[in-house]
């Protein structure tokens, strides 16, 4: 029972982390190199293996390939949807390089690290790491692509949207049945120094099962530790609009969604002010939910970096900075208590620079601690409490 458990225990893991934060099972970094080339990903349905090649006017930082670690599940073991298996991981690939790029030019000084790792299992990732940057005092983004199998009952704890079947399985499937899978994500945080700058983290992935299953998951959220209407105005606008392209009944249903996830329960407020947050998405074609996911990992930069520019040059005050570090401290407990990635990632021996890379490098907790009534922080912990509607 101990063995079967922890089996079970592994491949929910692998799951459950790549969908809710970096926290990915036991990789090998293959090499650690600060670069910036852009990889171009070719996934070949006929011979399902990865390649990747280093954009022509760039040469690569090393002569470890994609291709070394992401072979493609072979379709006649695996079936489903090579090619939307092969566009998503090169959609997000895409956005990941476009967010860190874009990052780094606000930043103008910071530049992300990066780490090139396997999954012993199956797949691998590249995560970027920047530290000590002018505007971020630390901020990660994270891709990874994982297959291998999995027990069937782990699938449910996966998604808690899936329905049960009377096996006590989903699908086709019976307790205990071996079930492979292939998952996609990227994620990323991104913590700045300045108090009047927000913390911000994304997360966009796929899921797909032989047998026939198969969703998207994701979201974008923001952090601030002050309430700026007009800031709020603009990421969540943003957002509206992204959804709004796709289904008017998008945003209103994934922002409520948003502020009862992020919420941190023994304190009876949210982690920050939301956005959007979906899972088990596949109520239209893959083509109509992958656009959505496209244009939302996408408008990142255009959602969260026109706040940043707006403040990163603002003075602020030793009280605003240690009101910072109190609602950091709100953020770490909402990640080490609630986030189901992290709490699965350190039950299950993943790669715990990844699962911690969301932390913020400073935070604190002071005593029973209540803002002054009427102050700005005050206000701030109202709208924690009681989720407002920006837009």
């Known amino acids: 029972f101990g063995a079967m458990a922890s089996r079970l225990l592994l491949a929910v893991g692998v799951v459950v982390l790549l969908g809710f934060t970096d926290a990915f099972l036991a990789p090998t970094v293959l090499n650690r190199a600060r670069t910036s080339f852009p990889l171009r990903s070719t996934c070949r349905p006929r011979t399902h293996r990865w390649t990747a090649v280093a954009a022509p006017e760039k040469a690569a930082a090393s002569s470890e390939g994609w291709e070394s670690f992401f072979p ?64 971020w005092e630390k901020a990660g983004c994270n891709l990874a692509v994982v297959h291998g199998t999995m027990p069937a009952e782990a699938l449910l704890a996966a998604n808690d949207q899936l329905e049960k079947n009377e096996h006590g399985s989903v699908g086709k499937f019976k307790a205990g049945d071996k079930i492979r899978f292939f998952a996609c994500g990227l994620s990323s945080v991104m913590h700045p120094k300045n108090p009047h700058c927000p913390t911000m983290h994304f997360n966009y992935r796929y899921f797909e099962t032989e047998g026939g299953l198969w969703w998207f998951g994701g979201g974008t959220d923001i952090t601030p530790v ?15 609009k992204v959804c709004d392209n796709h289904d008017k009944e998008y945003y209103p249903k994934f922002k409520k969604w948003a502020d009862e996830y992020f919420n941190i329960k023994h304190r009876g407020e949210t982690r920050g002010l939301g956005g959007i947050f979906f899972e088990n998405l596949c109520d239209k074609s893959p083509e109509a939910i992958f656009n959505f996911c496209e244009e939302a990992a996408m408008a990142v930069p255009d959602a969260y970096l026109p706040v940043i520019s707006r403040h990163k040059e603002q003075d602020f005050t030793q009280e605003e900075k240690d009101w910072q570090l109190v609602r950091r401290g709100r953020y770490v407990e909402f990640n080490l208590v609630y986030d189901r990635g992290t ?45 407002r509607e920006w837009v």
Not at 95 to 111: F, I, P, R, T, Y
Request: aromatic letters at 8%; one cysteine or more; glycine letters at 12%.
């Open 226 to 240: 002050y309430v700026e209407e007009e800031d709020m105005k603009h990421f969540h606008g943003t957002y509206k």
């Open 343 to 387: 709490i699965f990632g350190l039950k299950t021996g993943g790669r715990t620079e990844s699962i911690l890379m969301t932390l913020p490098l400073q935070s604190s907790w002071l005593y029973d601690h209540h803002p002054e009534p009427g102050s700005r922080e005050a206000d701030a912990v109202d709208a924690f409490k009681n989720p």
């Open 72 to 135: 493609c599940p072979p379709e006649a073991e695996f079936g489903g949807n090579a090619e939307m298996r092969s566009k998503v991981e090169q959609m997000l690939r895409k956005a990941q390089l476009h967010v860190c790029n874009s990052v780094e030019e606000v930043d103008g000084e910071g530049k992300f690290q990066e780490d090139i790792w396997s999954r012993p299992d199956g797949g691998g990732g590249l995560t970027r790491v920047m530290t000590g940057g002018k505007v």
